[in-house]
């Protein structure tokens, strides 16, 4: 009988499966030999600059998004780039008389050329900061509020027959509340009217005028950041505190004959300065605007036309003695 040949297995054991895989990881991780690092490519910076106009240059609030635009395009990595010239730089000037102490605005690449070390040592120094303003003056500009506001309070001030301020009952659909002191009404400053009301109660009526002419300085106080010139800022004042700030703004726009929107703005303000070295003209053009300003926001009231009127040329002709 011829015998089968039989074959042996191996005694070698087969590796489970999760011992391969650990193996496997274990290959990976295995250190290689350090290879020495590829060259980084250039890189470039942009840094400031210093630039010259090359004329007199108007600054923009932004730049001329109508200028031609390169097409674009993916960049690779690494690729190496160039700073060049753009059509619009952002630029700071120095100005310390300004309100931020910079003069900012965008300016095209063709008014600039890079500055010279000879541009640089020959440039004009900024503008000196405005200096702090004397005790004089400051006492002077100080009197000065005060009278503007005094003459306000006699203005709309009702007084006994002493000559004292007294308490006025409003009428029924005058809109300003039941009473006022120097037209300041429980409707709208009603704190500073109930103690005004109270000094008067109480007798102490010197301390009731003067109360009532810082609360009418305090709430004019805004037009002189527009102007200081004494007869504009007198009347300005006069008519901020009948019809607000933004009517004082409104009437003030009119006048320039500027864009009539109650914010005095850089264009305003501009207008202003060249309308302000003919005070009398422009005190002139305000005494106009204002009637014309009433006529708009509350129509001709028979009721009470002669007496507005009465008041603005009483306070047109203080304002032009003001100084």
Sequence with gaps: ????????RSTKKKKPAAQKKNAAEKAVKRPRQKQKPAASPEARRAIPLDYVTTGEVNLLASPDLSAAKLSGGQLSKGAIVKIAPQDWWYVEVARPATASGVLRGWVSNASLRQASDADVAAAPPPPAELPPAPPADVAQRAALRKKMAESIVQFEGRRDPQGHLRVYILPAGDGGGRYEVAGINDRYHPQEAAKLKALID???CDEADDYAAEVIAEYTDVVAKWTTVPSIESYLRDSAFNRGPGGAAKILQMALGVKVDGGVGPETLKALREAERNPAKLLAALRVAREQYEIRVAGHRD???????????????FASHVA
């Design 303 to 317: 009721k009470f036309w002669k007496g507005l009127v009465n008041r603005w040329d009483g306070s047109l002709d």
């Design 202 to 204: 109480a007798g102490r």
């Design 1 to 8: 009988m011829k015998k089968r040949k039989i074959t042996t």
